[in-house]
């Protein structure tokens, strides 16, 4: 359909026409119309698709096809001299050769050696690609609404950094184009081209600010990307030289159908692509980009590095999962996901800033969500496909309000937001709904944990069991803790900050606050009417992964959560209750913010979170961390394509 | 029908049976101590006198989150006696264990603070042998729910020994029992005055009273859980050995001295570990 | 009329004392008197605690602490002063530091002279002390329900006076 092509097209034109304006006013404009009609577009489309029965579409674009592949052939080379040319200004030469290699690898196979019978079909439209079209739609485009006035505050903050404003929101559009190209995408060599596109547009946006830190991080993000493109490259040459297709879904057809020993030699290219996934999701060992990510302005981490593209990484897995199910590859996925999940949600308590904090729980749920691939199972699937709704909207939720709350307070140290609620009110509610929605009963989260833990006993997958158990653990450590900062009352008398979160910034949050809140309230709902038929499309089968009792339960829950407090919180107002000192061994100057030192001079209380970062920090645990991952994707890797040869 | 009744039950007779676990203990104690003990229904005299108390607190927040607590908690025990999914339970209990750290967290007072934080390393540590004991009901059961449980011909615990370990070894830590007493203790002020309770004046102590007696019932019915099969005889067999795990839970606490919170933490992790994990394996293995 | 008086929860403070009277104060709290048997709780938390007692004299430094702990703690309450510095200073009432007894910061309701004051005397008025307490609790009780009924003669009042003010 021609939205579908309309939508990967006109992000892209609209970022170079907004690269050419440099009058803020008018960008800005142009930014909000682009938004609203790309969100309209999504909607449109997806209305389209519904009312059309809500069916698979596999759609060429007909004549035009050979034109837009050597198109983008010619694209993906121009990319490659683009890399080429900045790894060298930067004096990075051997990060090119990762993006020569297979650029020049895959142009090989397309000009020679792509098999001319080969299917004509281009987009695949069904319930899961709609899904990620919805996220990367609505709230990509809430991001993009939301940095407009963010990166107003940013530069009149930053003065130190050039005001490169159109050419960040060139890349942030591009990267919209590009994604809506990735999950629509059905032949592996679009796919290829969209994933090194997301991989650029990440590294240049994380070298924005151009200071030594950033270029560094920002070069490390590629070049881990660009080895999870390699892997990429090499496993769409070798299946498209084998079995003379490079249709994504025959790949996974054939996962599906391996039945002897000469069949195996499909599990090679879905175990590389795997290894990309990881690469992209940031799993362990590749996560420090991810971290070394959070020095980019605050959208591009919303956008990038936590709602959208890292998302990307696990579209592919969910795709894969039939194929993965009960095979070596799933038994890799599952448990670096699964230790990605634990190790991830242990290191993360040690962080005292925010968005570190947010880094590593995203690292730590895409971990979730990668096992949940791994194992292959329809419920595990399910619970991965919520886990990831909610997450994007919860996470994407917490980094704009993170960077709202940095413009104001100038800190994002979570220290410093003890007391939120009652300095910056609104932010504070906000961040209080989606930390709840991140981990709380009876929210998505949760449910998600539930069928994830029951489909792992069922696929004897004892490992999943106890990362599960013990990363809910100390995931609810670090989530608890940071709600209680937000709450607790605040010691010092500071003048009241002054809320400087702009009206657009607002818009975004409060919106993204509501669909979190509709969505925890609705979510049976859209289990039954919506992700039930994407699993029957993955699966083939039917089966009830959410029992009928359960539905009832969760429901009572949910309602019972928001009304018990609602309920109590009014019948609390009209008991009369007696104010009185907290207790500092009857020491309390009178405020509960001093107490009577013993010079007899007020002295300032100051209390702080559990951080252990001399036992669980990043500095200790990362090392040990990555050589076990790296070890364990080798001796796995080397099985697979051992057995596959 | 039946489920309604169990939770009515439960929601009216669990402070009764609370008090009198209470009481219990502390009379139990006091004679291993060597004193007389103070009467059996003291839990009850306690309970009101807090309520007879003017009303008090230091943020006006902590009433409306404590009455929360008490509800979540009650409703965690309502939804276990009346046989639905013990996985979702916890999950309850955890939420409602949230707003007990709230309301002692908005004060902002140093001791509740504290407190607060080693409450929160508490749940760290406990809730990973309590999600391991639903896994290890739903491998050898097959299923979550409670009411399917209770029906089985054999008792779990010949099945899983080790879960049930585990999980007496944290019920130290939930009942707040020497040496897992980190955050709150029941004796005489302690190194942090009251913990997590400091700032909990007459009525709201008394909510927190009230709300560990429901939790308390939860939990024995928990241990119960493991050894009630279709057989009704076994249902006095649940209730020995929840006594007998109710008297060891006191004797540790009369014999031992609180522990630092990262001790507690490696023991509890490695304890569920090695016999939840190890029963974990056995049983798989076996499938 | 509730019966309170079988759960007193105790708060000990010492001022400035020599520490005499606190060990005679814990004494009674130990299993040889086992003061829990009458469902005496050793609280450290005012907050929690219906009876205070106080050992030693008062000083400048002190004056104002227990002036808050008093404060924290919620009605009914008793203060019980142990031991003659507590009672009126004692034997350093004329030190320059030394502001007087227990009296002189916040209303005592029961005297325990003595130097130490013997685990006996402390006992007996403690006893004294419950039962004051169970006073205090039921007048406590019949002002909560008064004020109720209060403000509901408020309400009839002001009708009949409007009735009254038509009428005429």
């Not at chain 1, 559009?173 to 592996?188: I, K, R």
């Not at chain 2, 140093?110 to 004991?133: C, F, K, W």
């Not at chain 3, 008793?78 to 034997?91: E, W, Y």
């Amino acid at each position: 359909m021609t939205l579908g092509f309309f939508l990967i097209c006109f992000p892209i034109i609209m970022s170079l026409i907004i690269f050419c304006i440099r009058v803020n006013k008018i960008r800005n404009f142009i930014a909000y119309l682009s938004t609203i009609i790309i969100m309209a577009a999504v909607g449109v489309f997806t209305f389209f698709w519904v009312k059309n029965g809500s069916q698979i579409m596999q759609l060429s674009i007909g004549e035009i096809t050979e034109a837009v592949d050597k198109l983008i052939l010619i694209a993906e080379l121009i990319l490659m001299v683009v890399v080429t040319i900045l790894c060298f200004k930067y004096k990075k030469y051997w990060i090119s050769l990762l993006s020569i290699v297979p650029t020049l690898l895959i142009a090989y196979f397309e000009l020679f050696l792509k098999n001319e019978a080969d299917t004509d079909i281009r987009l695949y439209i069904d319930h899961l690609s709609i899904l990620m079209c919805l996220i990367v739609g609505v709230i990509g485009c809430l991001i993009v609404i939301y940095a407009v006035g963010y990166m107003h505050g940013y530069h009149h903050h930053h003065i130190d950094i050039e005001d490169r404003r159109y050419y960040f929101f060139m890349i942030l559009f591009m990267f919209l184009g590009c994604m809506f190209g990735f999950v629509l995408s059905e032949n592996l060599l679009w796919i290829d081209f969209f994933w090194e596109m997301t991989s650029v547009c990440s590294f240049l946006l994380i070298g924005y600010t151009k200071t030594e830190e950033a270029i560094n991080n920002s070069f490390r993000a590629l070049w881990m990307n660009l080895l999870g493109g390699c892997a990429l490259a090499v496993a769409i040459v070798y299946f498209g030289i084998k079995a003379q297709t490079v249709s994504f879904h025959s790949l996974i057809i054939m996962g599906q159908r391996i039945s002897d020993h000469s069949d195996m030699w499909v599990l090679m290219p879905i175990a590389l692509i795997a290894f990309a996934a990881f690469t992209k999701a940031a799993q362990f060992p590749f996560s420090t980009w991810l971290i070394g990510a959070m020095v980019a302005p605050t959208p591009s981490s919303a956008l990038l590095h936590s709602a959208t593209m890292v998302k990307a990484g696990i579209y592919i897995l969910f795709r894969l999962s039939p194929a993965m199910a009960g095979t070596r590859v799933g038994l890799m996925v599952s448990f670096i996901g699964g230790f990605t999940f634990f190790a991830a949600s242990v290191i993360a308590i040690a962080q005292s800033d925010g968005k570190k904090v947010l880094a590593f729980s995203t690292i730590s749920n895409l971990g979730l969500m990668v096992a949940c691939a791994g194992v292959g199972r329809a419920e595990t699937i399910w619970a991965g496909v919520f886990l990831m709704i909610f997450h994007a909207i919860s996470k994407s939720l917490l980094f704009q309000d993170v960077g709202a709350t940095e413009n104001s307070i100038h800190s994002r140290d979570v220290e410093d937001m003890h007391g939120l609620l009652y300095r910056l009110p609104r932010l504070a509610i906000i961040m209080f709904i989606g930390i709840a929605g991140m981990f709380l009963a009876p929210f998505g989260m949760l449910i998600s944990k539930w069928s994830a833990l029951k489909a792992s006993v069922d696929e004897s997958n004892i490992l999943l069991v106890f990362f599960i158990c013990f990363g809910s653990a100390t995931t609810s450590f670090y989530w608890t803790k940071w709600m209680g900062k937000i709450i607790s009352h605040e010691h010092t008398d500071e003048e009241k900050v002054r809320d400087i979160t702009k009206k657009n910034e607002l818009i975004s949050l409060i919106v993204h606050a509501i669909l979190m809140i509709t969505l925890c309230a609705f979510f049976p709902l859209l289990s039954k009417l919506y992700v039930d038929s994407l699993l029957m499309e993955m699966f083939g089968t039917y089966e009830d992964v959410l029992p009928i009792s359960i539905l009832y339960i969760l429901v009572a829950i949910i309602i019972f959560v928001f009304a018990i407090p609602f309920f109590a919180y009014i019948a609390s107002k009209k008991m009369k209750t007696n104010i009185k000192l907290s207790y500092m061994n009857g020491i309390n100057v009178g405020n509960n913010n001093e107490f009577v030192n013993s010079f007899g001079d007020p002295k300032q209380v100051w209390m702080s979170n559990y951080y252990f970062h001399k036992k669980i920090g990043q500095r200790k645990l990362m090392m040990p961390i990555q050589v076990f991952t790296t070890a364990w994707i080798v001796v796995l890797l080397s099985m697979i394509i051992s057995s596959a040869i | 029908m039946k489920a309604i009744i169990c939770s009515l039950c439960y929601v009216i007779f669990a402070p009764l049976i609370g008090g009198l676990l209470d009481g219990l203990d502390r009379k139990i104690s006091a004679r291993m101590q060597g004193r007389v003990g103070p009467p059996l229904l003291q839990p009850f005299y306690d309970l009101n006198k807090l309520h007879n108390k003017q009303l008090i607190a230091v943020s006006k927040s902590q009433t409306f989150l404590m009455i929360s607590y008490l509800l979540m908690m009650i409703l965690t025990g309502a939804l276990f006696y009346a046989g639905y999914d013990i996985l979702m339970c916890f999950f309850v209990m955890s939420t409602a264990s949230t707003f007990l750290y709230f309301a002692a967290i908005v004060t902002g007072s140093p001791y509740s603070t504290i407190g607060a934080s080693r409450e929160l390393i508490q749940m760290m540590a406990y809730e990973p042998a309590v999600l391991l004991a639903c896994v290890g009901f739903y491998l050898c059961m097959g299923t979550f729910d409670v009411a399917k449980i209770i029906n089985s011909v054999v008792s779990p615990i010949v099945y899983l020994p080790g879960f049930f370990i585990a999980f007496v070894f944290i019920l130290t830590i939930k009942l707040r029992k020497s040496p897992f007493d980190i955050s709150t203790s029941h004796h005489a002020h302690q190194e942090l005055i009251k913990g997590l309770t400091t700032e909990f004046g007459a009525k709201n102590l008394a909510l927190f009273q009230l709300t560990e007696w429901y939790e308390v019932t939860f939990l024995c019915g928990v241990v119960g859980l493991f050894i009630i099969n279709s057989n009704p005889i076994s249902i006095i067999g649940a209730i020995a050995v929840v006594f007998v795990v109710w008297f060891l839970e006191i004797l540790i606490d009369n014999c031992s001295a609180r522990v630092k919170f990262d001790l507690m933490l490696k023991i509890s992790w490695i304890v569920t570990l090695l016999s939840a994990g190890v029963n974990l394996l056995i049983l798989m293995i076996n499938r | 009329m509730s019966m309170v008086k079988k759960s007193p929860w105790v708060l000990h403070y010492d001022g400035s004392s020599c520490n005499g009277c606190d060990i005679e104060v814990l004494a009674c709290l130990t299993p040889v008197y086992d003061a829990e048997r009458f469902g005496i709780i050793n609280t450290g938390d005012p907050m929690q605690a219906d009876i205070l007692l106080l050992t030693g004299g008062i000083n400048s430094q002190n004056q104002a602490v227990v002036k808050q702990l008093y404060d924290q703690m919620p009605r009914p309450k008793v203060v019980v002063a142990i031991g003659v510095c507590a009672c009126t200073g004692g034997v350093f009432k004329e030190c320059y530091n030394i502001i007087g007894g227990a009296d002189t910061t916040v209303p005592v309701d029961i005297y325990v002279p003595g130097c130490a004051a013997r685990p006996q005397a402390i006992i007996d008025g403690i006893v004294q002390a419950i039962d004051l307490f169970q006073k205090r609790s039921d007048e406590h009780e019949l002002l909560m329900k008064n004020k109720g009924k209060k403000a509901d003669l408020k309400t009839k009042e002001n009708n009949n006076s409007s009735d009254k003010g038509n009428e005429a």
